[in-house]
């Protein structure tokens, strides 16, 4: 072999090595750059939470929480805007299951994190489940505040207008106005509900009947005997809550507590047991006593 060729392959050879030790070097240093996510750390992410039948309960992504063919669970709410949320890793921000699902994950990174509820939400509380006669006796003569009727009526306040009663549906018309003694304002006005016996009205789901009326301005006198008859996982609203029956404690203290904004209350309910006389509504959070699945990307990640 020839000096000549001898020297182009050691120099071939000098090349080589240094390119491969240049990107060796270069891809040592790129591992050393990636920063995985610490206790600590300021993130931004982009999630979507399900329930392991794969309804989605709540996302910060416009575009799934606005697909139709995604399915939602009962308590679902759109958000008036989306953007990413952003928390500091560890400070107690997040639940516990979620916190620490994301350590160790980098910018740009999608995991699946699943949270027991021990680690979510904890479990349900006995007491907001609600037991509830089918039976439900209403005032035949209900007296609300002229601000609520302006609410909830558009006609002139005149006694024996006839109306529709704006929530159970059925025939209404003012029995009475009750005025400020200063000024002659209207302070108060006394409805009264007319509806038809054994007719059935659909307020709340479910097909409920009209079984008795007794006349009489006062309760017991005056009243309205509803027979409810529903079935199990019929979701119940906060309005229709404060239907439902006005003279339980119970119920009352869950509407209560949902005017205040606790969030260890549900403001939406669901029909959780059924039997001969009484049902059951559970207004437990529904993400409670639930495993979660979290979709998690990655936007960004801040340190120090």
Not at 140 to 153: G, S
Not at 171 to 186: E, H, L, Q
Request: charged share 20%.
């Amino acid at each position: 072999m020839s000096k000549k060729i001898l020297g182009i392959i050691i120099a071939i050879v000098i090349i080589v090595s240094s390119v491969a030790a240049y990107w060796y070097t270069q891809q040592k240093e790129e591992k050393k750059l990636v920063m995985r996510i610490q206790n600590g750390d300021l993130v931004e992410v982009n999630y979507t939470g399900m329930f392991i039948n794969e309804s989605v309960f709540d996302t910060n992504i416009e575009s799934v929480a606005n697909d139709e063919n995604i399915s939602k669970s009962y308590s679902f709410k759109p958000k008036s805007s989306y953007s990413t949320l952003k928390f500091t890793v560890g400070s107690g921000q997040m639940i516990k299951g979620f916190d620490e699902g994301v350590l160790n994950m980098t910018a740009g990174e999608t995991r699946i994190i699943n949270v027991t509820a021990e680690d979510g939400y904890g479990m349900p509380h006995d007491d907001l489940f609600i037991n509830i006669s089918k039976n439900q006796s209403i005032p035949l003569f209900e007296t609300i505040t002229k601000e609520e009727y302006n609410i909830h009526y558009s006609e002139n306040i005149t006694i024996g207008m006839p109306m529709t009663h704006y929530f159970w549906g059925w025939n209404v018309s003012i029995f009475d106005i009750n005025y400020y003694d200063d000024d002659g304002a209207v302070k108060n006005i006394t409805m009264w509900n007319k509806p038809d016996l054994n007719s059935t009205v659909n307020v709340f789901g479910w097909e409920t009947k009209i079984v008795e009326i007794k006349s009489g301005y006062n309760p017991p006198e005056g009243r309205i005997l509803l027979r409810h008859n529903t079935s199990e996982n019929i979701t119940i609203d906060k309005e229709k809550t404060k239907f439902l029956m006005i003279d339980n404690e119970a119920l009352n203290y869950v509407v209560s507590q949902i005017n205040i904004g606790n969030l260890s209350v549900g403001d939406i309910g669901i029909v959780s047991f059924v039997d001969a006389d009484t049902f059951t509504v559970d207004y437990n959070p529904e993400v409670v006593g639930k495993t979660l699945i979290f979709e998690v990307t990655i936007v960004s990640i801040s340190r120090g």
